[in-house]
């Protein structure tokens, strides 16, 4: 018993150990260059003026921005992936193509994706064209770098949601059919049989690909970078201006401190729904 | 409550026939047993019954009514599943509930009747629990609760006793039994268990290939089957092929039989059967139905001994009563009465 753990344990150390030290470290810097220590410019000492300095209607705005497309990501995504995994359960004819074609995105990156997005979104893009080539409307719609960050929601939703939908296809999966069919024999109809049945065995791992969807959104530079408003901008893109424009490198460690930290509260959160997925799988 | 009737039904999947034109009438309150191996057609049968696939032809009836095209919530059919299919995230109590709550059963009703199935099924004390935290047997208990607090037209049972240890599957058999018989409740029940078959069944059908071989009561069934796969898959039997030679006598490699009266027989090849608590080592003098074999193997079996013979190269069973004092490589004769032999298809 004790060799085997001894074993577990030095299997798991290089992977393991290297991530936790990395990021370790990399949280630990930073946290210290937000109250002053380890300046990369300027002298090193204890100091809160980089949080008082975020302080101000630039990082609020940021931050709400933020967390606005972190959460509308996440939950507009589930709108979508939700009934697409319900509908891809059950194997019919095209399911397996539609699944694949779904997929796509996974394999697209972040910028590449906005600016694919882009060119069908822009003030001269194709679908502006064709609503003016068709008549429908008479001047182009402006789409981009709106104030809301509307372009930059569908951005995200559309590459996000493959992703969403692996991980509710894969809860989905773990119901047993015939839980499925007892509903239906006691006198569920199919609308209740998702309310009563499917709907709250698959909670935990809705609120897994919502948490995870949040995380991957909330932190986001490349997508709100191209499409996003002009002002605010995400967090991150706030933090890269801080540092490289304005050679703020304290409140830049602050917001990455913010950034990092709102995110391993929502990963605790993840935790809490992985454990109670487990539990209910018994 | 109503009885249950399938009218020349059939079911393929792609290019298998599953279901090969079942005819079945079950009364009212009959308890009605499907048995087969694995692959025989006997789960898509239920399945059909409950609604959760279509027949490709031929008509399900509940009384008078054509089903064919009722969806399962509206059939008023209760099954109990062979993996309980209990809702893991709700307790005993709203497992049980369920089926009164999608019917829309008035709070206080609901709660009468859930107390009244706790009590059958002996489950008092657990209602708060959630299925994980129950053993095999009271998972069951909780299935069959949960299936007959709905006062079902028709009850189906897929196997319910496999995930049972041997001990608790003799209880809850009789328990099923019993309360099915109470309840007067009309039940249609699939196993591939022969024991559990015969021991629970008003009736019994025996399928094979999609197809029904025979039907009758347990008793009828194992005396009188009418094909050599009946005979062979309901306990053991010794099947052996001859020709007909007059009305009741057979001719076959092992000697002469003379067989019962009730039938008579034409010319040709036919096969007969008996069973091996049907074979007796013959008494001295005997000479009608004598077999003489070398006895292969002798197996003590608590309360018979059963022994496996060697017929000039024909295998037999038999099984006599533990005060057998012979060994292997004797060379016996036994004698099988001809009441006792049947003529098989």
């Known amino acids: ?282 | 409550m109503s009885g249950l009737r399938l009218r020349n039904v059939v079911r393929h999947y792609g290019g298998f026939t599953a279901v090969d034109g079942v005819d079945l009438d079950i009364a009212k309150g009959e308890l009605v047993t499907l048995l087969g191996p694995s692959g025989c057609g006997k789960t898509t049968t239920l399945r059909m019954v409950a609604g959760f696939m279509a027949p490709d032809s031929g008509d399900i009836l509940f009384g008078e009514r054509r089903m064919n095209d009722v969806p399962p919530h509206r059939r008023n059919t209760a099954m109990v599943f062979q993996s309980y299919a209990l809702f893991p995230h709700m307790t005993v109590a709203e497992n049980i509930a369920f089926g009164l709550k999608m019917r829309k059963i008035p709070a206080a009703e609901q709660m009468r009747r859930i107390g009244e199935a706790i009590d059958t099924v002996s489950l008092r004390g657990l209602e708060a629990r959630r299925p994980g935290q129950l053993s095999g047997g009271q998972q069951q208990r909780v299935a069959l609760a949960r299936a007959i607090v709905t006062q079902p037209d028709i009850l189906l049972f897929d196997e319910p006793l496999s995930n049972l240890d041997a001990k608790l599957r003799e209880k809850v058999r009789l328990e099923i039994r019993e309360l099915q018989k109470r309840l007067g409740v009309t039940t249609l029940y699939v196993t591939h268990d022969q024991v559990e078959a015969l021991a629970i069944s008003d009736r019994v059908v025996v399928m094979n290939k999609g197809r029904i071989e025979q039907v009758g009561a347990p008793e009828a069934l194992y005396r009188q089957p009418l094909t050599s796969f009946v005979a062979d898959f309901l306990g053991a039997a010794n099947i052996v092929s001859g020709t007909a030679a007059g009305d009741h006598l057979v001719t076959t490699p092992i000697g002469r039989f003379s067989v019962g009266p009730e039938r008579k027989l034409g010319s040709g090849p036919v096969k007969i059967s008996w069973r091996p608590e049907d074979m007796r080592v013959a008494a001295p003098g005997a000479e009608a139905n004598i077999v003489g074999a070398r006895v292969r193997g002798v197996v003590f079996c608590g309360s018979f001994t059963e022994l496996v013979l060697d017929v000039a190269g024909q295998q037999l069973r038999a099984q006599v009563d533990t005060g057998f004092r012979g060994r292997e490589g004797d060379l016996l004769d036994f004698a099988v009465p001809s009441d006792r032999i049947r003529v098989v298809a």
Not at chain 1, 34 to 62: N, P
């Open chain 1, 1 to 282: 018993m004790r060799t085997d753990r001894l074993t577990l344990l030095l299997l798991i150390l290089p992977g393991a150990g290297f991530i936790f030290l990395f990021l370790a470290a990399a949280i630990a810097m930073t946290v210290l260059q937000s109250v002053g220590l380890y300046s990369l410019v300027g002298e090193s000492k204890l100091t809160f003026e980089h949080w008082f300095s975020l302080a101000d209607r630039t990082f609020v705005d940021s931050f709400l921005f933020s967390l606005k497309v972190g959460v509308g990501s996440a939950f507009g995504t589930l709108v979508f992936s939700y009934p697409l995994a319900l509908f891809l359960r059950r194997r019919r004819y095209g399911t397996q193509l539609i699944g694949s074609i779904i997929k796509i995105p996974l394999f697209v990156p972040a910028l590449v994706a906005a600016f694919l997005i882009l060119n069908v979104l822009a003030f001269h893009g194709i679908l502006n064209s064709t609503l003016l080539g068709l008549g429908i409307i008479d001047r182009p719609l402006r789409m981009l770098n709106d104030k809301f960050g509307w372009n930059v929601l569908i951005i995200q939703i559309w590459k996000n949601l493959p992703f969403q939908l692996l991980i509710l296809a894969a809860t989905l999966e773990s119901i047993q059919t015939d839980i499925e069919d007892a509903a239906r024999n006691l006198g569920a109809s199919p609308w209740r049989v998702i309310r009563h049945i499917i709907l709250p065995l698959s909670a935990p791992g809705i609120l897994i690909a919502v948490v995870l969807v949040f995380i991957l959104t909330f932190g986001d530079y490349a997508i709100t970078k191209v499409a996003g408003p002009v002002y605010p901008s995400s967090l991150s893109v706030l933090m890269y201006t801080e540092a490289f424009t304005l050679q703020q490198w304290g409140s830049a460690a602050c917001i990455g401190v913010v950034i990092t930290f709102a995110s391993l509260l929502f990963v605790a959160i993840y935790a809490r729904a992985a454990r109670a997925v487990a539990e209910i799988g018994q």
